[in-house]
């Protein structure tokens, strides 16, 4: 398992993959798709049409984190889901045989991903679980460096100041402009 930078109650956010995770996808050429996750975005690559195409999504796009439940041969499975508006942007993350580890992860990613925990009640329909996260208290995140912020633009530099001599020459109470220019 491959670890993430993050850490949430001491331990470090263990991902179910290091790298990427091929997936069903009934549209794509060769029905697969590659699954990436990222710290900060999901990437799905697939090829449509011979055309290859890459889709980098990051998880404030995603509706939450979707706990649910599969039935199979050996019993229940529980499943980690984010879930997105459009639903083959949908991606599973994680099966699990047990729900104590199934609902960890699910408490656990979603606090790190910054998205709401929401589960299952019927087939696609999802409920949220707690209080909802406020996502715009989040601080937006900055695009300049601070060895930058102190430098002025480029027009800015190019301006020079006027002379102080002729700003302070007044000429009130005069009637007439005369200029020999």
């Given at each position: 398992?491959?670890?993430?930078d993050k850490t949430h109650g001491g331990a ?99 606090a790190e991903l910054g998205v709401p925990r ?36 480029r027009f800015a530099l190019r301006r020079t ?21």
């Amino acid at each position: 398992m491959a670890s993430l930078d993050k850490t949430h109650g001491g331990a470090p956010l263990q991902w179910p993959w290091s790298g990427p995770v091929s997936a069903g996808d009934l549209r794509a050429d060769d029905q697969r798709r590659e699954i990436l996750v990222e710290p900060q975005r999901v990437i799905i690559r697939r090829a449509l049409h011979g055309m290859p195409m890459s889709v980098a999504i990051p998880f404030t796009a995603f509706r939450g984190l979707g706990l649910c439940l599969a039935e199979s041969p050996q019993g229940i499975i529980y499943e980690l889901r984010l879930l997105h508006a459009d639903s083959e942007l949908s991606v599973v993350l994680s099966h699990s045989g047990d729900e104590g580890e199934a609902v960890g992860n699910w408490l656990q990613l979603a606090a790190e991903l910054g998205v709401p925990r929401l589960v299952e009640r019927r087939a696609g329909q999802y409920e949220p679980v707690g209080p909802p996260i406020d996502v715009a208290s989040r601080p937006a995140p900055r695009r300049r460096s601070a060895l930058l912020r102190a430098r002025h633009g480029r027009f800015a530099l190019r301006r020079t100041p006027g002379v102080r001599a002729r700003l302070g020459t007044s000429f009130a109470g005069e009637q007439e402009i005369i200029s020999y220019e």
